[in-house]
């Protein structure tokens, strides 16, 4: 599965704002639900946010109310809006199936610190 990239990461300071963009094949795009993850060392990799070929979403308790996924159907891309970003959303965050299916891509390094 090469055929999902996640972009956009980046260093924010602590209530700061990052989109993050995961551009998939339009195979992908019209046939899965989409989810951004996020690991960070030592931990589990955990689902934040998800988006369904209808467009419903639905979030991780840690994030509901200051992320926002969407799909640009004309794009294939599913985008991570987050706002009030917080050092503890910190992590590489990576997009796939939900569930999750294939390999894994590189991910994009979020960091949140002043």
């Known amino acids: 599965q090469g055929q999902i990239v996640e972009s956009g990461g980046g260093l924010v300071r602590p209530g700061g704002s990052l989109s993050l963009s995961c551009a998939a094949s339009a195979e992908i795009f019209s046939t899965y639900t989409l989810g951004w993850y996020r690991q960070v060392p030592g931990k589990q990799r955990e689902l934040v946010a998800r988006?369904?070929?209808?467009?419903?979403?639905t979030y991780a308790d840690s994030v509901k109310g200051r992320f926002t996924i969407s799909r640009d159907y004309a794009k294939n891309t599913v985008y991570l809006q987050m706002n009030s970003l917080k050092p503890e959303d910190t992590a590489v965050y990576y997009c796939?199936?939900?569930?999750?299916?294939?390999?894994w891509g590189q991910g994009t390094q979020v960091t949140v610190s002043s």
């Open positions: 988006v369904t070929l209808s467009g419903w979403t």
């Open positions: 796939n199936l939900v569930p999750a299916g294939g390999d």
